[in-house]
């Protein structure tokens, strides 16, 4: 049972534009949410991660947004530049109160063309 | 900047061989996590080590996977035998003290190719 869902295998957009991935969750003890971007022959890239406390995280370019009712969060990237070009994944991890392990999604390939 | 260390980057092995991953966490992180990422899947679970003991190795194919952190600083990974199944990308990663909000830092992975 896939617990985080990232449907879209890929997504193109244009240079400068935004770009827009998303995420789908069932399991309602997630309570903190990660982003990771991972270029070929490298391991993932901690990006930017979001507690269930909030709705919206900015760090730069990069915002991440979260609905908890809906169970779903999203990574926007505005504007888009050619070295975003990557798979991102999303993780998820419930709140024990002790060290509990990263559900990932499958990864959305992003491609960011001139 | 403090980067994991993993070795080798790239392994072909032929099935029912044995084979070994290395693992050197950042300085000072106390978590350490074994993943597997199949193509086209996110990463998956194996082993966390919290300094040198098991916190959870529920997805650890105890068969044939085992792993361990003696001395609570580097990690080894073995697969004996390999099978054709195995073939994926195992990354490392760790933290500094394994807590819920802390970020997982990932290493380079190694690349298993089994024939």
């Known amino acids: 049972d896939q617990q985080v869902k990232q449907n879209s295998p890929s997504l193109s957009v244009q240079e400068g534009r935004i770009s827009i991935l998303n995420c789908d969750y069932t399991?309602?003890?997630?309570?903190?949410f990660l982003w990771y971007k991972k270029y070929p022959a490298e391991g993932p890239t901690f990006l930017i991660s979001?507690?269930?406390?909030?709705d919206k995280n900015e760090d730069g370019r990069f915002t991440v947004f979260l609905n908890k009712s809906a169970k779903h969060l999203s990574l926007h990237i505005v504007p888009s530049q050619p070295g975003d070009s990557a798979v991102y994944f999303c993780?998820?991890?419930?709140?024990?109160?002790?060290?509990?392990?990263?559900?990932f999604g499958t990864g959305t390939r992003l491609q960011v063309t001139l | 900047e403090a980067e994991v260390a993993q070795s080798p980057r790239y392994k072909i092995t032929e099935k029912s061989q044995a084979v070994a991953f290395w693992c050197d966490p950042i300085?000072?992180?106390?978590?350490l996590y074994w993943y597997r990422q199949i193509l086209g899947q996110g990463p998956e679970l194996l082993v966390q080590?919290?300094?040198?003991?098991?916190?959870?190795d529920s997805q650890l194919p105890k068969d044939r996977f085992s792993a361990e952190r003696l001395k609570g600083v580097d990690s080894t990974l073995k697969i004996q035998p390999a099978e054709l199944g195995d073939s994926a990308m195992y990354l490392c990663?760790?933290?500094?003290?394994?807590?819920?909000?802390?970020?997982?830092?990932f290493g380079p992975g190694t690349r298993l190719l089994v024939l």
């Open positions: 080590f919290q300094d040198e003991s098991v916190v959870d």
């Open positions: 993780a998820a991890r419930p709140n024990t109160g002790t060290a509990s392990k990263l559900t």
């Open positions: 990663a760790s933290s500094l003290a394994g807590t819920d909000q802390e970020t997982q830092y």
């Open positions: 399991n309602s003890m997630f309570d903190y």
């Open positions: 979001i507690s269930s406390i909030k």
């Open positions: 300085s000072g992180h106390a978590t």
